[in-house]
């Protein structure tokens, strides 16, 4: 869920004037039930934590169970936390503490003003809980990985350093990346305001955004501590099918996380800075030509623009939404309506909740359609020119560029697809029941949250499976999202047209 924590930290550093306490009072009050609430937590994890370790030590047979109730656990806790710091944020007072306590005094302006890059002290209380959840689930996560009634395990498990590293990294890069960024701007607002008046500094500061997503790329290597995939069998059967694909990329990575995931993906635009990334387990568990079919799909990402297409949008949307917000702004002027005092200290709040909900309904819907548009080249990356085949083996040729479409080639996907999600959910396959107790609707809605972005694994699978024999299906498919594709960015455009010429270009400019 990077994004939307994203979104729920960039809330929490808005130039919003947090309440105080609305319990009791003063500086104790923020600080006392900050800390309680801090303790609560960590008590919980400590709990789950101790519960994980001793009950597998006792027996080792109750591994998947186990470790379901403590993925379940943990995935409730994710909220829970976040739920629990909103709270330290809104009624307990620790934002208005924050904001009345690391003030520096500006002789320029002759007032107090929030000392540079403070409004992270605002979300403090959630890394708080995140890098101690790191501290304690590191021994839960060891022991299930330890635990084997198998035999003795012969992977080594992190260190508990190695562990803590692993989290911050990718913390780091997916969600404090953007959050900094974002501080920055606001301190240079604060303590340079000429500064950030001038064209220069605009134009720098949007042209900042296509950079990053460029060369970003180069910084996953080094911040996620990837390495390039060793010479060996794995790698030379991905430069095979990327030569049969015609695909290019700048090298495949290998990311170590000493078993606790398998995945793979695909970041960067250009050929130049693009890398295919696998991690460890995905490579053990899966067998070669279902590993092709994985590959095919971050391949197809790639191949119908997805990428590109993914910027494009994000880009537009946010230029519509300015647009938008400066219109409103324009037209309440025109009518002469004044913000009351109280409304004046939240206006920060809006918008960013705004983008978030269009975020997850636009950008989450367009993502779903094209992860299916990816599964299906990954079923083309490992299919014959025959639409009627009865299996594969030695003899079978595949075609150039991913051209057939054939049965093997998609239920071979589909085992790829259903091997991951058995691996990544220690065994625990999803539920698919249709009788709906609240505590299912409570299930469903959750995995319906994670699912936002690649929809769920059943309707990846039953959407492929309905391809077999149905070649036209396919080809309405592939079409509907082209036109999806046009209508979203020709709307955009449309739109963002009509809004200029109604707020004026150069006022839009200057709101960038
Ligand atoms: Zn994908
Ligand atoms: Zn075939």
Redesign the pocket.
């Known amino acids: 869920m990077p994004i939307l924590l994203v979104f729920a930290i960039t809330a929490a550093c808005l130039p919003v004037r947090w309440p105080a306490p609305l319990i009791g009072d003063g500086v104790n009050v923020a600080v006392g039930f900050t800390a309680v609430a801090l303790f609560l937590s960590l008590s919980i994890s400590i709990t789950l934590r101790t519960w994980v370790v001793r009950t597998l030590r006792a027996s080792p047979a109750r591994k998947s169970e186990v470790a379901e109730t403590y993925i379940r656990i943990r995935r409730i806790m994710l909220f829970a936390n976040m739920g629990l710091v909103a709270m330290c944020i809104f009624v307990f007072g620790w934002g208005w503490f924050v904001q009345r306590t690391f003030v520096v005094f500006d002789t320029h302006e002759s007032e107090f003003l929030l000392a540079p890059f403070a409004e992270l002290l605002v979300p403090a209380p959630y890394f708080a809980i995140l890098f101690a959840a790191w501290t304690v689930y590191f021994d839960a996560e060891r022991t299930i990985h330890q635990t084997s009634v198998l035999g003795p395990v012969t992977r080594s498990f992190f260190t508990r350093i190695g562990y803590f590293l692993h989290h911050l990294r990718q913390f780091a890069l997916m969600v404090m990346l953007p959050v900094v960024l974002f501080v920055t701007q606001q301190t240079l607002a604060r303590f340079a305001p000429d500064l950030t008046q001038t064209d220069g500094y605009r134009l720098a500061s949007v042209a900042v955004v296509p950079v990053l997503i460029l060369f970003m790329p180069l910084l996953i290597k080094p911040l996620l501590g990837l390495k390039s995939m060793p010479v060996g069998v794995h790698r030379a059967r991905l430069e095979t099918l990327a030569a049969r694909l015609h695909f290019r990329c700048t090298d495949f990575l290998l990311w170590s996380t000493h078993g606790a995931t398998a995945n793979a993906m695909i970041v960067g635009l250009l050929p130049r800075v693009r890398y295919v990334i696998f991690t460890d387990r995905i490579l053990d568990e899966l067998p070669p030509d279902e590993l092709d079919a994985v590959f095919g799909h971050e391949v197809g990402h790639a191949k119908h623009g997805h990428i590109w297409l993914y910027a494009l949008f994000l880009g537009l949307s946010m230029t519509v939404l300015a647009a938008v917000l400066l219109l409103l702004d324009q037209q309440l002027g025109a009518a002469g309506v004044k913000l009351p005092e109280w409304a004046k200290d939240w206006i920060a709040l809006p918008p960013v909740m705004l983008v978030a909900i269009y975020i997850f309904l636009v950008f989450g819907y367009l993502s779903r359609r094209c992860e299916r548009q990816a599964d299906v080249y990954g079923c083309r990356a490992v299919?014959?020119m025959?639409p009627d085949?009865r299996g594969?083996d030695e003899t079978?040729v595949y075609p150039d560029r991913a051209q057939g479409l054939?049965?093997?080639?998609i239920r071979t996907f589909v085992r790829a697809l259903d091997r991951v999600g058995l691996v990544n959910s220690h065994g625990d396959p999803e539920p698919e029941t249709e009788r709906q107790s609240f505590r299912q609707l409570v299930k469903g809605f959750f995995g319906w949250l994670r699912a936002w972005q690649h929809s769920t694994m059943s309707r990846r699978v039953a959407f492929l499976l309905s391809l077999i024999g149905e070649p036209e299906r396919e080809r309405r498919f592939q079409r509907s999202v082209t036109v999806m594709r046009w209508a979203l960015i020709l709307g955009l455009l449309g739109v963002l047209y009509a809004l200029g010429d109604a707020v004026g270009w150069h006022e839009l400019s200057q709101v960038l």
């Open positions: 299919s014959c025959n085949c594969h079978t054939c049965p093997t080639g």
